[in-house]
């Protein structure tokens, strides 16, 4: 899926968010992905920090695609 710079700042905004929220205690936070919206926890945080780095990836111009994600819940 190829996305703009402008749109995985706004994901990049949402998934930093969302391990935010993990960190300081919250159970499960939901991030859209991909146009789908998938739930993370403590468990599955790894997942979630692979996504904010490809999402930094494609704004630093290292990447020109997102990759599907692919996550285990």
């Avoid at 996305?3 to 905004?13: C, D, E, R």
């Amino acid at each position: 899926m190829n996305i703009s710079k402008a749109t995985a700042q706004i994901y990049l905004a949402e998934a930093q968010k969302a391990l935010h929220n993990l960190n300081i205690g919250r159970a499960v936070v939901s991030v859209n992905v991909d146009g789908n919206s998938t739930q993370f926890n403590a468990a599955n945080i790894g997942q979630l920090r692979a996504y904010i780095q490809r999402l930094e990836n494609i704004i630093s111009g290292q990447s020109a695609r997102l990759r599907p994600a692919r996550f285990e819940i």
